[in-house]
């Protein structure tokens, strides 16, 4: 399966983006998820999903982001909303058809800055 992020930019304080990854392939049986990366620090989980759409998101987004899926378009996404400066990172999807574990698809990573 190829994952394709997109939907990342430049975004004030206090706005709104939805990133989007579609995948080449059927998406029903995959859990997923967006981790993002500031360079210098560790990829971090930021929400995850699981077949059944039972949802996980880091504390640092909790009532901010919301993680869905369609399996239909086998695209997943994230809204981000009243995104802050420390939401700035290079956002990355990823996908497994294992129960639990990590993740063996990855997308190329979109980048999303949110200027103060």
């Known amino acids: 399966v190829q994952l394709q992020a997109s939907g990342g930019g430049l975004v004030q304080a206090g706005g709104s983006l939805r990133l989007s990854c579609a995948a080449s392939?059927?998406?029903?049986?995959?859990?997923m998820a967006w981790y993002r990366q500031v360079p210098g620090k560790e990829r971090e989980l930021v929400a995850r999903?699981?077949?059944?759409?039972?949802?996980t998101y880091a504390d640092s987004v909790k009532g901010r982001f919301t993680i869905s899926r369609d399996n239909v378009k086998n695209t997943m996404y994230l809204q981000m909303n009243s995104l802050k400066t420390e939401d700035t990172a290079v956002y990355y999807c990823?996908?497994?058809?294992?129960?639990?574990?990590?993740?063996?698809?990855w997308g190329q990573g979109t980048q999303v800055t949110v200027s103060s």
């Open positions: 999903i699981s077949t059944s759409a039972t949802t």
């Open positions: 392939g059927t998406i029903s049986r995959l859990r």
């Open positions: 990823a996908a497994d058809p294992t129960l639990w574990g990590g993740y063996s698809y």
